[in-house]
């Protein structure tokens, strides 16, 4: 039996222990906003929280994620906008909105563990996360302005 928390609320899981994590939050638990792009760890479209640190939840097996605290993008609306996500309105980052989630996740676990990072700095957090649109410079302001009014 795997035990985990997931937003805050402990989860057990008694499935195949090489389920990647993903399947286990969109089909197990309903928690859709976390994406599937590749299935590759390429994209940027599944990234969770795993104690605190971005992952791709695409690559990352049940086994590996036992004991941990996850964490999705349904966390970060809990109790209104999270200021990235506040930034990338303010900043119309979102187009089609497919890669939006993985781009504020990846967004948050950079302003946590660098609250001011350059553009420089920015820009290469933000890289592993592709955008079907285009809206990169859209991402990199919303993250930029996150810092500012943090």
Not at 14 to 26: A, C, F, N, Q
Not at 64 to 73: C, H, V
Not at 138 to 148: E, F, G, N
Request: net charge positive.
């Amino acid at each position: 039996m795997i035990q985990l928390k997931v937003n805050d609320v402990p989860r057990s899981f008694d499935g195949e222990p090489d389920m990647p994590l993903l399947w286990y939050l969109r089909d197990v638990l309903a928690l859709t906003g976390t994406k599937f792009g590749c299935g590759m760890a390429l994209c940027g479209a599944c990234t969770v929280h795993q104690n605190g640190k971005a992952i791709r939840s695409c690559v990352t097996t049940m086994q590996r994620a036992a004991g941990s605290d996850i964490r999705t993008i349904e966390y970060l609306g809990v109790n209104g906008l999270h200021p990235v996500q506040k930034a990338m309105v303010e900043e119309l980052s979102p187009q089609c909105g497919f890669c939006t989630s993985g781009q504020v996740v990846s967004a948050v676990a950079l302003l946590k563990h660098n609250p001011k990072p350059t553009v420089d700095e920015a820009r290469l957090a933000m890289s592993g996360n592709l955008c079907r649109c285009g809206a990169y410079d859209h991402y990199l302001k919303a993250v930029m302005r996150a810092s500012r009014e943090a």
